[in-house]
């Protein structure tokens, strides 16, 4: 008999009522945690983006302690036609990492109890798919072992680097450490910008200062790129949620909202979260009109400049998303993000996973070497 309680929280009513327990959980993981583990973060996710999924979120408690808690939901999924009932994180784009919960002296057996629950209780899924894991969390290949104990087929792999910055040592060590190249494309940035105009930064940290420029921040989003191709923050979809994180993380000193002024008029913006140690890059946009002078990269540096002045506040800055070109300018250093597959018993589920393991990655690799042969021929 298991010595753990597992209980299943499907009603986001109840995923609400869980804030108190999930908050001392949270508190309890140190170095591990993320502003995107935190209740505001799910909680606030799913009231925006849960509509096309179905809650699965698992609670593992022992002696009536909260011990993990798997951020999890249900939804359809095909994998090279094959429809199946899938098992992810809450998650959708806007999520930078995803983790399980667990407390950490606990860590292995509250792993262990987790693939057990999965595979032998009758809990509806065929197949786990968990994105954007950071491959150094020690859950990631610990829940893999835990799966492939249970016997059924996992897959874990490498699916995307995400670039970093360890603050420490001042900006001018670090700006020195930067190929002459980069510096001199941002001094030209710099001088560029300061002749055009009066340029001011500021940075929102409360409610409202937020308000007092959120229709800047909205003006800006529908006059970058990033709303052309339907993903500004001004966009129907991303702007309620992250004017209602914005609140949420107010409130519990997370926001970090930096704004780029040229003569008084706002011209582009960088939407962090700034918790546990780090900062976040969430979102950032520029008005497409000002595209000559870079005010993009002009506004990174001055955040950079100021995070590196304080650096017993932020001891790491994450760029957020995969290491696109224009970030290496700023950081050779990533994390690795890794994603794990798993299928469940059952014929159907063999099917899959022979589908998916044998007959799809196999395909794939005869056409990889296909297209390497053809480059050297």
């Known amino acids: 008999m298991s010595q753990f309680e597992t209980e299943i929280v ?19 993981m140190d170095a591990d945690r993320s502003v995107f583990m935190s209740h505001l973060w799910y909680d606030c996710w799913w009231r925006h983006f849960g509509k096309k999924a179905e809650l699965f979120l698992l609670v593992l ?27 992810v994180f809450v998650a959708n784009g806007n999520s930078l990492h995803n983790d399980l919960l667990v407390r950490g002296e606990d860590r292995d057996e509250v792993l262990e109890e987790l693939a057990r629950f999965l595979c032998e209780e009758r809990v509806g899924w065929q197949y786990i798919e968990l994105h954007h894991f950071p491959a150094v969390s020690p859950n990631c290949a610990g829940f893999a072992a835990a799966l492939a104990r249970r016997n059924v087929p996992v897959r874990l792999f490498s699916s995307y680097d995400s670039p970093f910055l360890e603050v420490r040592g001042g900006w001018q060590q670090f700006i020195s450490s930067r190929s ?26 409360d409610w409202d200062g937020y308000m007092s420029v959120r229709e800047d921040v909205l003006r800006i989003a529908r006059n970058s790129w990033t709303h052309r191709v ?18 949420g993380a107010a409130k519990a000193g997370w926001l970090s909202l930096w704004l780029l002024r040229l003569d008084g008029k706002a011209v582009a913006f960088e939407y962090h979260l700034r918790g546990c140690g780090k900062e976040h890059a969430l979102r950032g946009s520029y008005d497409e009109e000002f595209h000559r002078l870079s005010p993009g990269a002009f506004l990174e540096t001055e955040i950079l400049k100021r995070i590196f002045s304080e650096p017993h506040v932020v001891e790491r800055y994450d760029f957020g998303g995969s290491f696109d070109d224009y970030k290496k300018r700023w950081s050779d250093s990533s994390l690795d993000h890794a994603t794990i597959c798993a299928f469940n018993k059952g014929a159907y589920c063999r099917l899959a996973a022979f589908h998916e393991l044998a007959i799809v990655d196999t395909a794939r690799r005869l056409r990889n070497l296909w297209r390497k042969r053809n480059v050297n021929a």
């Open 230 to 247: 339907g993903d500004s923050l001004a966009h129907p979809l991303n702007g309620p949620f992250f004017e209602e994180l914005a609140y």
């Open 61 to 87: 408690r022992r002696r009536g302690e909260t011990v993990g808690i798997a951020p999890l939901m249900r939804r359809r999924l095909t994998l090279h036609g094959l429809p199946v009932r899938g098992l």
């Open 180 to 205: 002459q190249r980069v510096r001199k494309t941002l001094r030209n940035i710099a001088n560029t910008m300061e002749r055009s105009g009066v340029v001011e930064v500021s940075e929102v940290t």
């Open 10 to 28: 499907q009603d986001p009513k109840r995923l609400a009522a869980l804030k108190p327990e999930w908050d001392a959980l949270f508190a309890t």
